[in-house]
């Protein structure tokens, strides 16, 4: 079983940083993709970012692109999301995943964190 636990979620203001952290409790951890998606009340479940086991590819959505970074360190089983420049539409909880294989789809991912709440106030 894979267990993720995210910390770093909480209140900023409107063009502040936060960093979000992921630490995971599997043996393979750079076997797995991993990401980050959040969701806002009464919306789906939308993707935020994803990097691979080796490093050599990241995505982001349009939304947080130049804004948000996802940067990972095997040896610590850990994968952060840097969130700078943040807007009020950024207020949502956020969620780490993990995932053999690459997607952007919430629906097809394996493994969920239990999420972090990240307000951003105007």
């Known amino acids: 079983q894979v267990q993720l636990v995210e910390f770093g979620g909480g209140l900023v203001q409107a063009g502040g940083s936060l960093r979000l952290s992921c630490t995971a409790s599997v043996r393979s951890f750079n076997s797995y993709v991993m990401g980050w998606f959040r969701q806002a009340p009464g919306k789906e479940r939308e993707f935020v970012a994803a990097i691979t086991w080796n490093r050599a590819r990241t995505d982001y959505a349009d939304s947080v692109k130049g804004r948000f970074t996802i940067s990972r360190d095997n040896a610590k089983n850990t994968v952060y999301l840097q969130m700078d420049s943040l807007k009020p539409e950024d207020t949502a909880v956020y969620y780490c995943?993990?995932?053999?294989?690459?997607?952007?789809?919430?629906?097809?991912?394996?493994?969920w964190g239990q999420g972090t709440q990240v307000t951003v106030s105007s």
């Open positions: 995943a993990a995932d053999y294989a690459w997607t952007s789809e919430a629906d097809r991912i394996d493994y």
